[in-house]
Antibody
Framework: EVQLVESGGGLVQPGGSLRLSCAAS????????MHWVRQGPGKGLVWVSR???????NYADSVKGRFTISRDNVNNTVYLQMDSLRAEDTALYYC????????WGKGTTVTVSS | DIVMTQSPDSLAVSLGERATINCKSS???????????LAWYQQKPGQPPKLLIY???TRESGVPDRFSGSGSGTDFTLTISSLQAEDVAVYYC?????????FGPGTKVDIK
């Protein structure tokens, strides 16, 4: 079964850090670009970051310089290192694959609050 | 950045009737190979989005054929030909033509 499972979310103070993980299974991980998409409470979907098959990366302007995406092709996992977190980063963070998102995880919740 | 807009914001349709959602991109998403890099998603409460349509009109495997996508360039439509109770959801369009990938604001579909 093709599956993405996110973890690592939680409550963090403004200025703090979190590292999200997304474990992939059921497909050839190295064949796909991987993305993070977030959804604030009651809000729409917002693309955050992409890591391509070759390891090149892209970021939304709102997170550039604060977030870092990476992938481990041995353990089939994609990461999102989030530093200098702000209240506006509070959201449910989804891991997805491909450029049109045919597989989604259930998401992990990040809350930035003092 | 390509800005995606959707209309209407919400609509209520009787069971068995047609629902039509429009999506417009601020720039063309038609690629040089004639594919439109436009996808549609359905999101039900408490669930992740589900891919319905990609390349503007290609139905994802397992998606009922009452869902169809059309359009090209900057103007696109998602049609639910005969609304079922399980279709109550928010629908999003998304362009994957250029970074940053962007979504429309969503259209909420309810039963009248």
């Amino acid at each position: 079964e093709v599956q993405l499972v996110e973890s690592g979310g939680g409550l963090v103070q403004p200025g703090g850090s979190l590292r999200l993980s997304c474990a992939a299974s059921g497909f050839t991980f190295t064949n796909y670009g991987m993305h993070w998409v977030r959804q604030g409470p009651g809000k729409g979907l917002v693309w955050v970051s992409r890591i391509n098959k070759d390891g090149t990366t892209n970021y939304a302007d709102s997170v550039k310089g604060r977030f870092t995406i990476s992938r481990d092709n041995v353990n089939n996992t994609v990461y999102l290192q989030m530093d200098s977190l702000r209240a506006e980063d509070t959201a449910l963070y989804y891991c997805t694959r491909n450029n049109y998102y045919d597989v989604w995880g259930k998401g992990t919740t990040v809350t930035v609050s003092s | 950045d390509i800005v995606m807009t959707q209309s209407p914001d919400s609509l209520a349709v009787s069971l068995g009737e047609r629902a039509t959602i429009n999506c417009k991109s601020s720039q063309s998403v038609l690629s040089s190979n004639k594919d439109n890099f436009l996808a549609w998603y359905q999101q039900k409460p408490g669930q992740p989005p589900k891919l319905l349509i990609y390349r503007a009109s290609t139905r994802e495997s397992g998606v009922p054929d009452r869902f169809s996508g059309s359009g090209s360039g900057t103007d696109f439509t998602l049609t639910i030909s005969s609304l079922q109770a399980e279709d109550v959801a928010v629908y999003y369009c998304q362009q994957y033509y250029s970074i940053p990938l962007t979504f429309g604001p969503g259209t909420k579909v309810d039963i009248k």
